[in-house]
T-cell receptor, first 112, second 116 residues
């Protein structure tokens, strides 16, 4: 099992560019989430999904879109990158609420 | 809305000393509670979890945590800290049900420094 795979690991974008952060899991987990991590602020939830076709907003959803067409994949789209979106992004998946989430290794994004 | 507070941003202990990291949560019902650890430049690893039953839970690497409903707390403890425990620790609360099930909310983290 590969677990939760995030690509790319590093990315530099110019302000206004768009891109998609990829996340895939091979554990047949129903729940998937995207977080951003900024110094001193912990992990803040961007969007989450409890199954294919079902998504909901977290604490900081503005500027990000998600969709969940398959159980395995949960891509995060930045529509028009801004310097405030410079962060480390983590994708995570879980079988059910009480099982805890398994995290990917993260994507470090810099917007210049 | 659910929330988590970790009152200590940074804790320093000597190797071999005991450790307690504090976590307070806000949630309307019985929560799911978790502790994660993150080493520099790494992802998060689950240390332990609570969702029912015995309020004292054991985890990996010799850690344990106690759920105290009356205090809305879920403090992490270790009797003797090793230098390799230096990392950032996150407490998290999850929904057991309701309209936001599947949502996991994290605290701001506590950085642990271990002196030799």
């Amino acid at each position: 099992n590969a677990g939760v795979t995030q690509t790319p690991k590093f990315q530099v974008l110019k302000t206004g560019q768009s891109m998609t952060l990829q996340c895939a899991q091979d554990m047949n987990h129903e729940y998937m989430s995207w977080y951003r991590q900024d110094p001193g602020m912990g992990l803040r939830l961007i969007h989450y999904s409890v199954g294919a076709g079902i998504t909901d907003q977290g604490e900081v959803p503005n500027g990000y879109n998600v969709s969940r067409s398959t159980t395995e994949d949960f891509p995060l789209r930045l529509l028009s990158a801004a310097p405030s979106q410079t962060s480390v992004y983590f994708c995570a998946s879980s079988y059910r609420s009480g099982f805890g989430y398994t995290f990917g290794s993260g994507t470090r994004l810099t917007v210049v | 809305a659910q929330s988590v507070t970790q009152p200590d941003i940074h804790i320093t202990v000597s190797e071999g000393a005991s450790l307690e990291l504090r976590c307070n949560y806000s949630y309307g019902a019985t929560p799911y509670l978790f502790w994660y650890v993150q080493s520099p430049g790494q992802g998060l690893q689950l240390l332990l979890k609570y969702f029912s039953g015995d309020t004292l839970v054991q985890g990996i690497k010799g850690f344990e945590a106690e759920f105290k409903r009356s205090q809305s707390s879920f403090n992490l403890r270790k009797p003797s800290v090793h230098w390799s425990d230096a990392a950032e620790y996150f407490c998290a609360v999850g929904n057991a049900g309701g309209t936001s099930y599947g949502k996991l909310t994290f605290g701001q983290g506590t950085i642990l420094t271990v002196h030799p």
